[in-house]
Each structure stands twice: as structure tokens, then as C-alpha cells.
Nanobody, 122 residues
Framework: QVELEESGGGLVQAGGSLRLSCATS????????LGWYRQAPGKQRELVAS???????NYAVSARGRFTISRDSAKNTVYLQMNSLIPEDTGVYYC????????????????WGQGTQVTVTS
């Protein structure tokens, strides 16, 4: 079962823009913190941006000022608008959800998307 479905990756020249989409279930969208991680060649997977169900956002230093994360409640989708792209932004971008427990007895858990490739050429 695919719970996070990413799309929007591609190849773009430096200075260009891309918008990544991550479609979720209603439950995940409504109650979870959603975000995007990046796996660049030869580097650790790192958090790029996240947004809570209350709308609080945080960004990696490398993304701040260029990337914008947002939520669309009509489509249960989180977006990452990426502007002024540079070659260092190249990597596989993974949608991620921190899902709270539905009951007191349950535990929180995480969900990962399959990843979408972003390539920025100089």
C-alpha cells in the first residue's frame, strides 16, 4: 500500500524552478507533520523542509529563502516549491510523514515515499 505518492521531479537548469507534490491519505494529511528529505550523491539523507498539521514550517539552511513548503487540504497534498535551483540541490527527494498515535496506547510512526529525482544542471 502506497501512503505517500511523490511527483514533480525532473531535470532543470540552474536558476529554474520545480514543484514537488506528495499526495497522502486524509488521516495522514490532517494529523501528521509532513516534510521532504533529500538524498544527494555521497551524502546523508537530510531534512529539507517540513510543515506541521498546524502550519508551522522549518527549513534546512540550504533551502531557506528559496524553497517553500505548503499544504492543500482540498487534495490532501503537500508541496515543495523550489526556486532558484542550484546544482547542489540535485538528489532524490523523499516525502516523509511523522504520524501521531491514534490512541494513548499506540505509538507514533513514520512513513516514507518512494522518492522523486531532481537534477539541476549548471
Amino acid at each position: 500500500q502506497v501512503e505517500l505518492e511523490e511527483s514533480g521531479g525532473g531535470l532543470v537548469q540552474a536558476g529554474g524552478s520545480l514543484r514537488l507534490s506528495c499526495a497522502t491519505s486524509g488521516r495522514i494529511f490532517k494529523f501528521s507533520t509532513l516534510g521532504w528529505y533529500r538524498q544527494a550523491p555521497g551524502k546523508q539523507r537530510e531534512l529539507v523542509a517540513s510543515i506541521s498539521n498546524g502550519g508551522s514550517k522549518n527549513y534546512a539552511v540550504s533551502a531557506r529563502g528559496r524553497f517553500t513548503i505548503s499544504r492543500d487540504s482540498a487534495k490532501n497534498t503537500v508541496y515543495l516549491q523550489m526556486n532558484s535551483l542550484i546544482p547542489e540541490d540535485t538528489g532524490v527527494y523523499y516525502c516523509h510523514a511523522d504520524v501521531p498515535p491514534p490512541t494513548v496506547e499506540a505509538s507514533s510512526y513514520t512513513i516514507w515515499g518512494q522518492g522523486t529525482q531532481v537534477t539541476v544542471t549548471s
